[in-house]
């Protein structure tokens, strides 16, 4: 069955510091990747997906297909970074969507 | 920038009553979630369209749940009757096709409280 993992729900860095949020995802094929985000009072929306290979407000996320991981990643985090995050997933040639259950991330100055 | 459009915003309800929930996707967008996010979870998707067509509602309490989108436009959510356990975030996604990694973008969501 498709599942997203995502360990930490609370994860607190200090301003400055990297940034590291976990995502594992069990899928027999190849699916597609995303992160979302969700900022105070925002509605939850895209921060990146795997297929465009891109990097947004500093943030990367590297396919680790032997891992079944899906890592959100920034060198150095800042206090707008504070969010609700989101992995997701869908499988190849499927409808089926699955999020995470979320990881809220807390940058302190 | 279009954006996709919920409402109402909030909804208290005692149990045993019918509530509904209705949405207006992105222009164009042919492709329709709703999701069920209960406090400290991820979104669960409820149910899925392709058009006017459910593709998707394996995880739809179809006892008490049902949703339509008639025209393959706009769409409702309803529960008949809610139960306590109803009591969530239902947010409403659309986006331009459902398969092939296309991104959702998601409406506000209706806070629902059922007493």
């Known amino acids: 069955a498709q599942r997203v993992t995502q360990p930490e729900k609370l994860l607190s860095v200090f301003k400055g510091a990297p940034v590291e949020l976990k995502c594992n995802y069990s899928y027999s094929g190849s699916p597609e990747l995303f992160w979302y985000v969700q900022y105070s009072r925002q509605r939850l929306q895209l921060l990146l997906r795997h297929i465009s290979r891109e990097s947004i407000k500093g943030f990367t996320a590297d396919l680790n297909k032997g891992e079944t991981s899906f890592h959100l990643k920034k060198p150095f985090a800042q206090e707008e970074d504070s969010a609700m995050y989101y992995c997701a997933s869908q499988g190849a040639g499927t409808y089926k969507y699955i999020f995470g259950t979320g990881t809220r991330l807390k940058v302190l100055a | 920038e279009a954006e996709v459009a919920q409402s109402p915003r909030y909804k208290i309800t005692e149990k045993s009553q019918a509530v509904a929930f209705w949405c207006d996707p992105i222009s164009g967008h042919a492709t329709l979630y709703w999701y069920r996010q209960i406090l400290g979870q991820g979104p669960e998707l409820l149910v899925q369209f392709q058009d006017e067509s459910v593709v998707d509602d394996s995880q739809l309490p179809k006892d008490r749940f049902s949703a339509e989108r008639l025209k393959g436009v706009d769409s409702t959510l309803k529960i008949q009757p809610a139960e306590l356990g109803d009591s969530a975030m239902y947010l409403c996604?659309?986006?331009?096709?459902?398969?092939?990694?296309?991104?959702?973008?998601f409406g506000p969501g209706t806070r629902l409280t059922v007493l």
């Open positions: 996604a659309s986006s331009l096709s459902g398969s092939g990694g296309y991104t959702q973008y």
